[in-house]
C-alpha cells in the first residue's frame, strides 16, 4: 500500500474514533448538565479540564497524520511529515 493511501486510511479511522469519543463525551456531559448547542459544547472542549485527554488527541491527529495534499487534479503532493 501507497504511503498517502495509508495515511489516507489511517487519518479516517482516526477521525472516526475521534468523532464516536466526542459523541460520548457530549452525551455524557449533557447527562449532568443539560442540553447545549454544539457552540456551546465546542466551548467545553476547549476549556474543560477533564476532556484535556481529547484535546490531546485532536492535536496527535493533526499533528502526526495531517491531511494528505493533493492538486487540483487529485495527485499528492510530496511533503514531508511534521516531526513534533
Not at 60 to 83: A, K, L, R
Request: charged letters at 25%; proline letters at 5%.
Amino acid at each position: 500500500m501507497e504511503n498517502v493511501e495509508l495515511l489516507k486510511r489511517s487519518r479516517n479511522q482516526l477521525l472516526s474514533l475521534h468523532k464516536s469519543l466526542v459523541d460520548f463525551e457530549r452525551t455524557r456531559y449533557e447527562a449532568f448538565n443539560g442540553k447545549v448547542t454544539s457552540g456551546q459544547f465546542l466551548n467545553v472542549l476547549l476549556e474543560d479540564e477533564g476532556l484535556s485527554w481529547l484535546r490531546r488527541f485532536s492535536t496527535f491527529i493533526v499533528d502526526v497524520v495531517p491531511s494528505p495534499q493533493v492538486t487540483s487534479t487529485g495527485d499528492p503532493i510530496d511533503q514531508p511529515c511534521s516531526s513534533a
